[in-house]
């Protein structure tokens, strides 16, 4: 018999939970017998001791993980009483192998055996000497077989464990980390969660504080953070397309509706549109139908407090044009703080409507006028309390008409300062939803 094509056999030495050992041309064979998972991860454990021997340069051998083909192989050396190394003893006791376990050569060591050397592989047993020191040679290696034997078997049944870390919320090489040293083995599978950090560990299996054996496996879900498109959801009722976004994980943000020969309550499109990336948790509008026109005209919808954007999209989409002035106010960037006309309004097609959009996050007065004005007046006013939470519209009276000097929601003590240019008499007038509050003459 010939051992993976490369080992004739001469003699089978032992046979014992389903490990062969083999002597072959020019040394010996462990050949494993893998068919459970238990097989698999005893050979696994075995096949991680050698490595760490070979990694210190203690040990020469042969591995081989094929399928069908699990042995490791060692060439025959002469074999020395000497005691293993202490770094040798260290990296194999987080595997559950030990002294019982090395065959021991002048140079390093000769084998690694799967079982303890206490007598049952004697092809494995170091060479006894002539003397040694008076004591009679059998009985001395009858004590130490005996020795050996009970350390073996007291591995064997009672291996090392060790308790599983918590693991959760680690990133993958902190997880790595702590498990490096233990004897316990990793697995890896994808999560998806965009609502925390790409990498790290989302779950574990089993839970922190488990004690388990040497070799035994801990796994890991590893979150890839994945962000879901918006699906396309034009043509659908609004109840499907609510349930659909609701099973994604999305939120309906808000609903526009306008005449369209579809029918009532069809979507007919979205915002932010199919296919763009968002998050959990993150909302969409819905521009819904209203039915087939009655006349050529189409009310208005609130865009107050929606950005920009948003009120351009549901504008355009109802084939209205659009002004937009820009205005200093402390309301968001890009937030529609006015309309014209108001919501309701009778809209004719391709009519238009002008909005008023906040700009920059701090108040900016205008510039002053080109030069030639008359005089120059100065403003320096901190709101009153009044003007907590309700609109505010300031603006600025002279002969050449009037002129809006701030507009925007009011906040309690904000400060609004500036110089302007006027043409004979001049006043500030200040109102509070649309209501006059105060008026004066700088």
Same mark, same amino acid.
């Given at each position: 018999?010939?051992?993976?094509?490369?080992?004739?056999?001469?003699?089978?030495?032992?046979?014992?939970?389903?490990?062969?050992?083999?002597?072959?041309?020019?040394?010996?064979?462990?050949?494993?017998?893998?068919?459970?998972?238990?097989?698999?991860?005893?050979?696994?454990?075995?096949?991680?001791?050698?490595?760490?021997?070979?990694?210190? /340069?203690?040990?020469?051998?042969?591995?081989?993980?094929?399928?069908?083909?699990?042995?490791?192989?060692?060439?025959?050396?002469?074999?020395?009483?000497?005691? $293993?190394?202490?770094?040798?003893?260290?990296?194999?006791?987080?595997?559950?192998?030990?002294?019982?376990?090395?065959?021991?050569?002048?140079?390093?060591?000769?084998?690694?055996?799967?079982?303890?050397?206490?007598?049952?592989?004697?092809?494995?047993?170091?060479?006894?000497?002539?003397?040694?020191?008076?004591?009679?040679?059998?009985?001395?290696?009858?004590?130490? /077989?005996?020795?050996?034997?009970?350390? /073996?078997?007291?591995?064997?049944?009672? $291996? $090392?464990?060790?308790?599983?870390?918590?693991?959760? /919320?680690?990133?993958?090489?902190?997880?790595?980390?702590?498990?490096?040293d233990t004897g316990l083995t990793l697995a890896v599978e994808e999560g998806n969660d965009p609502t925390k950090p790409k990498e790290v560990v989302l779950a574990q299996d089993p839970p922190p504080g488990t004690r388990l054996r040497a070799g035994r496996t801990v796994r890991l879900t590893l979150n890839q953070a994945r962000l879901n498109p918006v699906p396309g959801l034009s043509g659908l009722r609004r109840e499907e397309a609510e349930a659909r976004l609701r099973a994604l994980g999305f939120r309906v943000e808000g609903v526009a509706e306008l005449p369209s020969p579809e029918p009532l309550g069809t979507v007919l499109a979205t915002f932010p549109p199919a296919g763009t990336p968002l998050a959990p948790g993150g909302g969409v509008r819905l521009l819904l139908s209203q039915g087939a026109p009655s006349g050529p005209t189409w009310p208005l919808p609130r865009l107050v407090g929606l950005s920009r954007k948003e009120a351009l999209f549901l504008l355009n989409a109802a084939g209205l044009k659009v002004e937009v002035e820009e205005v200093p106010s402390g309301a968001p960037q890009d937030t529609v703080i006015a309309q014209e006309p108001a919501p309701g309004t009778p809209m004719p097609e391709g009519s238009g409507v002008r909005l008023r959009v906040a700009v920059q996050g701090e108040v900016l007065l205008p510039p002053a006028p080109p030069p030639g004005a008359e005089r120059s007046v100065s403003l320096a006013l901190d709101l009153p309390p009044e003007a907590e939470g309700r609109e505010v519209r300031l603006v600025l009276l002279d002969q050449s008409g009037e002129r809006v000097v701030y507009e925007g929601m009011g906040q309690a003590g904000l400060r609004l300062e500036g110089t302007y240019p006027v043409q004979g008499e001049a006043r500030f007038r200040l109102y509070l939803d649309g209501v006059l509050f105060q008026e004066w003459v700088p």
């Amino acid at each position: 018999m010939v051992l993976d094509d490369r080992y004739p056999v001469l003699e089978t030495l032992e046979s014992r939970e389903g490990i062969t050992l083999y002597r072959v041309e020019g040394g010996f064979v462990f050949f494993f017998d893998v068919k459970t998972p238990e097989d698999k991860e005893r050979f696994y454990r075995y096949r991680a001791a050698l490595k760490r021997l070979m990694e210190l /340069g203690l040990l020469e051998a042969h591995v081989s993980a094929k399928p069908g083909r699990h042995y490791a192989f060692f060439p025959e050396k002469t074999l020395s009483r000497k005691a $293993p190394p202490r770094k040798a003893l260290e990296a194999l006791a987080p595997l559950g192998f030990g002294r019982e376990h090395l065959a021991m050569a002048e140079e390093g060591v000769a084998y690694l055996a799967p079982w303890p050397l206490s007598g049952r592989a004697p092809s494995l047993k170091p060479r006894s000497r002539p003397r040694l020191l008076g004591v009679a040679p059998g009985v001395l290696l009858l004590v130490l /077989g005996v020795f050996l034997l009970s350390q /073996g078997l007291y591995r064997y049944f009672n $291996p $090392p464990e060790y308790t599983v870390p918590d693991l959760v /919320g680690k990133t993958a090489r902190e997880a790595f980390l702590l498990l490096k040293d233990t004897g316990l083995t990793l697995a890896v599978e994808e999560g998806n969660d965009p609502t925390k950090p790409k990498e790290v560990v989302l779950a574990q299996d089993p839970p922190p504080g488990t004690r388990l054996r040497a070799g035994r496996t801990v796994r890991l879900t590893l979150n890839q953070a994945r962000l879901n498109p918006v699906p396309g959801l034009s043509g659908l009722r609004r109840e499907e397309a609510e349930a659909r976004l609701r099973a994604l994980g999305f939120r309906v943000e808000g609903v526009a509706e306008l005449p369209s020969p579809e029918p009532l309550g069809t979507v007919l499109a979205t915002f932010p549109p199919a296919g763009t990336p968002l998050a959990p948790g993150g909302g969409v509008r819905l521009l819904l139908s209203q039915g087939a026109p009655s006349g050529p005209t189409w009310p208005l919808p609130r865009l107050v407090g929606l950005s920009r954007k948003e009120a351009l999209f549901l504008l355009n989409a109802a084939g209205l044009k659009v002004e937009v002035e820009e205005v200093p106010s402390g309301a968001p960037q890009d937030t529609v703080i006015a309309q014209e006309p108001a919501p309701g309004t009778p809209m004719p097609e391709g009519s238009g409507v002008r909005l008023r959009v906040a700009v920059q996050g701090e108040v900016l007065l205008p510039p002053a006028p080109p030069p030639g004005a008359e005089r120059s007046v100065s403003l320096a006013l901190d709101l009153p309390p009044e003007a907590e939470g309700r609109e505010v519209r300031l603006v600025l009276l002279d002969q050449s008409g009037e002129r809006v000097v701030y507009e925007g929601m009011g906040q309690a003590g904000l400060r609004l300062e500036g110089t302007y240019p006027v043409q004979g008499e001049a006043r500030f007038r200040l109102y509070l939803d649309g209501v006059l509050f105060q008026e004066w003459v700088p």
